[in-house]
């Protein structure tokens, strides 16, 4: 009798703890729909629009780029020492390890050695085997003009220019091999604690424009402010000019992006060896939710939405660069390239049609000396969080974060660079503004997880709604 009694206790204390977990899921989602709407602060679009936009136009699209052979291969020298610190940091299960790709399975156009081989006329070669013998030109043809080389050198001068916002590898190093990112994907690795403190408090501390007398909101590595609940924070960001809010919120965006991809690819179990991956509800509430964060999540939500923007912008400005004839997506096989060009053509229209872009001439606009110094300052900053991103202790994290840093810098080169894309040639090489095949892939990828993101909370939403 006292063992049924004991159990029945059990089975009360259980339903009790389901139903308040229940409530609490209810509650949760209620408040994440409230708070994670309307009209985006510093412009002029509703995050409503924007879910449709990427749900019905971009993600379906962008996924399917993802997936080509020339998006899908990424060089990166995940073995470059941290300038900063000696990195203390390390995966805790095996899948943080990335695996490099075979020379075999590199297409050959793709490893034939230009770093701007996409353009025609660095491809324009009849005999892969003697592509793949080509010492200094890689896929060039040695039967091109003096003129044609002449670019070639130019275009290398341009790729070490002030004009980038990342450090760039080396990509002839050989510790920088091609990464196949369809057989690497951004997931829970179980990097975490100080090391991975130390990295995001590095971006945000010494590189997000703030003093060390405002302290940010949930920062481990902050001393207590008592009833401080990140107020006194955002009262001093709003005082920022334009540019500097937009910093903030393009770094605390891409750390919101980051953060959902690891709650929606987490490692729920394993059994015999085999991992089961898929979306992590609690770990989601843990980093997002208004009460646990204090507020801090569905701002954090937000800033996904603002960078989603300005890349979505970028996409929308560089179209042009890409509509010339010149500019071809060289893999060496000339049916799969033309397919692949056609998507992203496909792409560059849908993001032309968005009726409410981010008006990036809003920013640095004021007297030309300050505000080529403050674009300056931007720049530098930004670059030197592209740097930071080789301290990450975690390799698979630091593929993705090298890649997603990237691409944000690339989309900051081309938002400011609109006048070089207005003078475009349409049939040869420009030696004002070039992207390397690098900053292409970076560049659709990190837009490519972005969207991904967007999507992987309405998946959560939709999980939060079935938990009732």
Request: net charge neutral; glycine share 6%.
């Amino acid at each position: 009798m006292r063992q049924g009694v004991r159990a029945a206790g059990a089975g009360q204390g259980t339903t009790a703890a389901s139903v308040q977990l229940l409530l609490a899921l209810r509650f949760f989602l209620g408040v994440v729909e409230a708070q994670v709407t309307g009209v985006l602060d510093d412009c002029l679009c509703d995050i409503d629009s924007i879910d449709n936009f990427n749900t019905y136009k971009i993600f379906p699209k962008i996924k399917k780029l993802q997936e080509r052979d020339y998006f899908r291969y990424y060089k990166v020298n995940l073995k470059r020492p941290c300038p900063f610190w000696a990195e203390d940091g390390h995966c805790s299960i095996k899948d943080c390890h990335v695996e490099p790709c075979p020379e075999s399975k590199i297409p050959v156009g793709i490893k034939a050695g230009h770093p701007n081989k996409y353009l025609k006329m660095v491809n324009d070669t009849t005999d892969l085997e003697d592509c793949e013998q080509a010492n200094k030109l890689g896929a060039i043809n040695s039967t091109l003009s003096n003129q044609s080389k002449e670019a070639f050198i130019d275009w290398a001068r341009y790729d070490d220019s002030q004009d980038h916002f990342c450090e760039l590898d080396d990509e002839r190093s050989p510790a920088a091999p091609y990464v196949d990112l369809l057989l690497n994907p951004e997931r829970y690795t179980g990097y975490k604690g100080p090391s991975a403190w130390r990295v995001w408090n590095s971006i945000y501390e010494e590189n997000c424009f703030k003093p060390r007398s405002v302290y940010r909101p949930l920062n481990p590595l902050a001393p207590s402010r008592g009833e401080d609940d990140g107020e006194s924070f955002y009262t001093w960001l709003e005082g920022l000019c334009l540019e500097k809010r937009v910093f903030y919120k393009l770094i605390s965006g891409l750390h919101a992006s980051i953060n959902l991809h690891l709650c929606a690819n987490y490692l729920l179990e394993e059994t015999w060896g085999k991992p089961s991956w898929g979306p992590n509800v609690k770990e989601f509430k843990c980093r997002f939710d208004p009460v646990e964060t204090n507020g801090e999540g569905p701002r954090r939500l937000k800033n996904l939405y603002f960078l989603y923007l300005i890349e979505l912008r970028a996409l929308s400005k560089v179209a042009p660069y890409f509509e010339r004839s010149i500019v071809d997506l060289y893999t060496g096989n000339v049916e799969e390239d033309a397919v692949t060009k056609s998507l992203l053509l496909n792409i560059f229209q849908d993001t032309k049609s968005f009726p409410m872009h981010f008006d990036e001439k809003s920013m640095f606009a004021g007297e030309k000396k300050g505000a080529k110094s403050l674009k300056e300052e931007f720049r530098l900053h930004f670059k030197n969080i592209s740097r930071i991103m080789d301290c990450v202790g975690c390799d698979k994290c630091r593929l993705w974060g090298k890649l997603q840093t990237q691409g944000l810098g690339t989309a900051l080169k081309i938002l400011f660079s609109e006048k070089e894309i207005q003078k475009l040639p349409e049939n040869s090489p420009s030696k004002g503004f070039q992207l390397t095949r690098q900053e292409i892939v970076a560049l659709l990828n990190a837009f490519g997880r972005l969207s991904t993101s967007i999507m992987e909370l309405q998946n959560f939403k939709l999980l939060l709604q079935h938990s009732r």
